[in-house]
């Protein structure tokens, strides 16, 4: 697992290595060396100002000055407050370093090439604010590339949100372990290409840290991801359902269908309207269409135990019926996913939701952020919560069900706490019946009896990769075809030796 950690499990790392026996200087040392390193590696960086916080962030950046002056590049030093203000490790770092030292506050960028960005990293406490926010605001109209250590200054690591002002940086390093704020927008937009430093923290502190969430690529759930088995046949791999829309809007089911099936479900049944039966009947030849009036027909079908997840809301028109049709799905057999249209017809209640979700075996719902906001609307403790990661594992626990709370950085988080955050979804997925299709791979995991975070995660990781493999241009019916090859790659990694 790709661990991500917010500041306090930061300092908990840290804390835990002082502890076995690294002083927390030579981590310090570490940290300033592997900036120097990034600086140096810039094209042309002759020049170089360093701005120094008044913490630790600072004394890093002073580290990387030495170093750096060291190998013969034209260093200066900028520091925020007072030199003699300075406490502990960067107070040490200071006194290490012998050159001259400039006010942040009046320093100018004429005959500068490149800025280190150390003012404020993990310790950032509150909104920068008169003197600290000019200099960033400063720094970031200079012009000049900027190399940011840990974090740019001013972006909360822990929520990817600008408290008050950050300036772009080109490059970050931070060290052992990237944070959440790297990855949840605009954070990850600010931080330019990150590199991960190793300072020599054991990765071993990490079991007592147990951290809970999680970069989401397949370290995150391939344990879990059920591979297609020798002695395996269709119904082994999971029946599943999605309702559809009626004929205008059956497309959406459509994807999300074919979406279920590429992903591996055994066998994927379309429940419809009548009058869509022929749309669906005709559209893939491996795809099996019902004809189902209402929720109380769809119960009748769903007696068959062998539908092992469903899925409802991709054009289906939010209103009671869909409600009714969610919880005609949702039994101790089956999993469940509820999109779009499902989420939409709760507006406002999601306890209701969380009743019917309840009574599923797995319930995964797979919101963008406008259903979002429309299902916990006047819940303040989710729509409150300081970030998208913070919502969406608020909303989870609120829903006792997985939430996928979709975008460039999407969350996926479940009741307990657990969440992964997504980086490798390209902008151009952000096209009609993506989220569609999203929602069909979900149920076709979840289809084949995989755990629902896991399921949810992984579909998410694979829309992703599907979207690369598709490349620019692609519309949401390319994405179940793009699934082969993502997956002719994956199998093998998890073992998987075509057997
Ligand atoms: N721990 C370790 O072993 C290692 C840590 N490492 C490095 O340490 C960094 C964390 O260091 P840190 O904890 O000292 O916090 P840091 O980011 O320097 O900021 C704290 C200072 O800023 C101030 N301040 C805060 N907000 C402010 C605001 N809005 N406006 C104005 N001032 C504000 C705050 O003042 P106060 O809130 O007390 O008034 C305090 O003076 C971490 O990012 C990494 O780079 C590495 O060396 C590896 C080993
Ligand atoms: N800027 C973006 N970069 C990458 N992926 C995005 C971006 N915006 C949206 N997405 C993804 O595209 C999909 C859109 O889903 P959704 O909003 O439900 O659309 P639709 O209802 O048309 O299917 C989601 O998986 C979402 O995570
Ligand atoms: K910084």
Redesign the pocket.
Same mark, same amino acid.
């Given at each position: 697992m790709n661990a991500l950690l917010d500041p306090r499990e930061m300092?908990e790392a %840290?804390a835990r290595a002082?502890e076995g026996g690294i002083a927390?200087l030579t981590?310090?040392e570490r940290?300033g060396t592997a900036v120097a390193d990034a600086a140096a590696r810039r094209p042309y960086p002759t020049r170089i100002a360093i701005l120094c916080?008044?913490?630790?962030?600072?004394?890093?950046g002073l580290v990387a000055a030495r170093i750096l002056a060291q190998r013969g590049f034209r260093v200066r030093v900028a520091l925020l407050g007072a030199r003699d203000a300075l406490i502990g490790d960067a107070a040490a770092a200071a006194r290490r370093w012998t050159g001259p030292v400039e006010s942040a506050e009046t320093l100018t960028y004429e005959t500068v090439d490149l800025i280190v960005d150390a003012l404020?990293?993990?310790?950032?406490?509150? %909104?920068?604010e008169g003197v600290?926010r000019a200099v960033v605001e400063r720094m970031a109209a200079s012009g000049r590339p900027i190399i940011a250590?840990?974090?740019p200054s001013g972006l909360d690591g822990a929520t990817g949100k600008v408290?008050g002002a950050a300036a772009q940086a080109v490059e970050t390093v931070t060290?052992f372990r990237r944070k959440p704020g790297h990855l949840l927008l605009p954070g990850r937009a600010l931080c330019g290409r990150v590199r991960v430093a190793d300072?020599g923290i054991p990765a071993s502190v990490l079991d007592a840290i147990a951290p809970t969430c999680a970069v989401n690529d397949p370290g995150a759930w391939g344990s879990a991801f059920v591979l297609p088995a020798a002695a395996g046949h269709k119904y082994s791999r999971g029946h599943a359902l999605v309702a559809s829309g009626g004929a205008w809007t059956a497309g959406a089911a459509r994807l999300a269908a074919r979406g279920a099936l590429r992903a591996g479900a055994g066998l994927v049944t379309i429940a419809c309207p009548p009058d869509a039966l022929a749309v669906h009947a005709a559209s893939y030849a491996a795809l099996m269409a019902r004809p189902v009036g209402d929720a109380a027909e769809l119960g009748r079908l769903l007696e068959d135990p062998r539908f092992t997840a469903a899925l409802v809301g991709p054009g289906l028109g939010a209103g009671p019926q869909a409600q009714a049709m969610l919880a005609a799905c949702a039994g101790p057999e089956r999993s469940v996913v509820a999109d779009a249209d499902a989420l939409t017809s709760f507006a406002g209640d999601a306890a209701a939701l969380a009743a019917v979700l309840s009574r599923a075996r797995g319930a995964v719902v797979t919101p963008h952020e406008g259903e979002f906001a429309r299902l916990f609307a006047g819940d303040d403790s989710v729509l409150g919560a300081p970030s998208k990661l913070a919502r969406a594992r608020a909303a989870a626990a609120r829903l006792g069900a997985v939430v996928v709370l979709k975008g460039a950085d999407t969350v996926v988080a479940e009741p307990g706490g657990h969440a992964t955050i997504a980086e490798n979804a390209p902008a151009f997925l952000a096209t009609a019946g993506a989220g569609d299709v999203l929602a069909g791979f979900v149920c076709g995991l979840l289809a084949q009896a995989m755990p629902p975070f896991a399921a949810a995660s992984a579909a998410v990781w694979l829309h992703g990769e599907a979207a690369r493999e598709a490349g620019p241009g692609l519309i949401a019916d390319d994405l179940p075809e793009a699934l082969r090859p993502v997956y002719a790659r994956l199998f093998p990694s998890l073992g998987w030796t075509g057997a």
């Amino acid at each position: 697992m790709n661990a991500l950690l917010d500041p306090r499990e930061m300092a908990e790392a %840290d804390a835990r290595a002082i502890e076995g026996g690294i002083a927390g200087l030579t981590l310090m040392e570490r940290a300033g060396t592997a900036v120097a390193d990034a600086a140096a590696r810039r094209p042309y960086p002759t020049r170089i100002a360093i701005l120094c916080g008044p913490g630790n962030n600072g004394g890093d950046g002073l580290v990387a000055a030495r170093i750096l002056a060291q190998r013969g590049f034209r260093v200066r030093v900028a520091l925020l407050g007072a030199r003699d203000a300075l406490i502990g490790d960067a107070a040490a770092a200071a006194r290490r370093w012998t050159g001259p030292v400039e006010s942040a506050e009046t320093l100018t960028y004429e005959t500068v090439d490149l800025i280190v960005d150390a003012l404020f990293g993990a310790g950032l406490a509150r %909104d920068l604010e008169g003197v600290p926010r000019a200099v960033v605001e400063r720094m970031a109209a200079s012009g000049r590339p900027i190399i940011a250590v840990d974090l740019p200054s001013g972006l909360d690591g822990a929520t990817g949100k600008v408290r008050g002002a950050a300036a772009q940086a080109v490059e970050t390093v931070t060290f052992f372990r990237r944070k959440p704020g790297h990855l949840l927008l605009p954070g990850r937009a600010l931080c330019g290409r990150v590199r991960v430093a190793d300072i020599g923290i054991p990765a071993s502190v990490l079991d007592a840290i147990a951290p809970t969430c999680a970069v989401n690529d397949p370290g995150a759930w391939g344990s879990a991801f059920v591979l297609p088995a020798a002695a395996g046949h269709k119904y082994s791999r999971g029946h599943a359902l999605v309702a559809s829309g009626g004929a205008w809007t059956a497309g959406a089911a459509r994807l999300a269908a074919r979406g279920a099936l590429r992903a591996g479900a055994g066998l994927v049944t379309i429940a419809c309207p009548p009058d869509a039966l022929a749309v669906h009947a005709a559209s893939y030849a491996a795809l099996m269409a019902r004809p189902v009036g209402d929720a109380a027909e769809l119960g009748r079908l769903l007696e068959d135990p062998r539908f092992t997840a469903a899925l409802v809301g991709p054009g289906l028109g939010a209103g009671p019926q869909a409600q009714a049709m969610l919880a005609a799905c949702a039994g101790p057999e089956r999993s469940v996913v509820a999109d779009a249209d499902a989420l939409t017809s709760f507006a406002g209640d999601a306890a209701a939701l969380a009743a019917v979700l309840s009574r599923a075996r797995g319930a995964v719902v797979t919101p963008h952020e406008g259903e979002f906001a429309r299902l916990f609307a006047g819940d303040d403790s989710v729509l409150g919560a300081p970030s998208k990661l913070a919502r969406a594992r608020a909303a989870a626990a609120r829903l006792g069900a997985v939430v996928v709370l979709k975008g460039a950085d999407t969350v996926v988080a479940e009741p307990g706490g657990h969440a992964t955050i997504a980086e490798n979804a390209p902008a151009f997925l952000a096209t009609a019946g993506a989220g569609d299709v999203l929602a069909g791979f979900v149920c076709g995991l979840l289809a084949q009896a995989m755990p629902p975070f896991a399921a949810a995660s992984a579909a998410v990781w694979l829309h992703g990769e599907a979207a690369r493999e598709a490349g620019p241009g692609l519309i949401a019916d390319d994405l179940p075809e793009a699934l082969r090859p993502v997956y002719a790659r994956l199998f093998p990694s998890l073992g998987w030796t075509g057997a």
